[in-house]
């Protein structure tokens, strides 16, 4: 139950927003030595992976969009044009990424998240296990949450 003495509003504030964010993470700073050894690293903070594949033209075939946090690889997207799947482009792409990762950023692990019509035998092949489902998310929809260590990191 919620107090009289708090009044309750939905509404979207950045700063409010911000100063939540810093809260939570000043929270679990405290909480957990792990992320308290985080602080003021490199390791604390994400990082943007990009990986694109042009064809011939210059227009974009496929691409993947993620990030590297602590020791992880967290893919976002991958996307390959209709025309060039098949051809083991979203594998090259999601090998470039983890390259990148484990070489140039210490990434020891990765992380995606799909839809059961989108990609998860894709994930499978490529090493990933299935670690987490949710059935009816969104309705109708099953949604797996896949992981793979990142041999040789």
Sequence with gaps: MVSRMFRLETEVDKSRLDLLRRRLRDANTAASPILRALRGTP???ELPLQVW???RSGTLAGGLVGHTWTSWLHVTYL???ERARGAGLGSQL???AEGVARAER???SARVETWDFQAPGFYRKQGYDVVCVIPDYPPGITEYTLTKHL???
Excluded: F, K, S
Aim: hydrophobic share 45%.
């Design 53 to 55: 594949a042009l064809d």
């Design 106 to 108: 210490g990434c020891t």
């Design 94 to 96: 999601l090998a470039h």
């Design 79 to 81: 996307w390959v044009d």
């Design 43 to 45: 390791g604390e903070r």
């Design 151 to 153: 041999a040789g990191a």
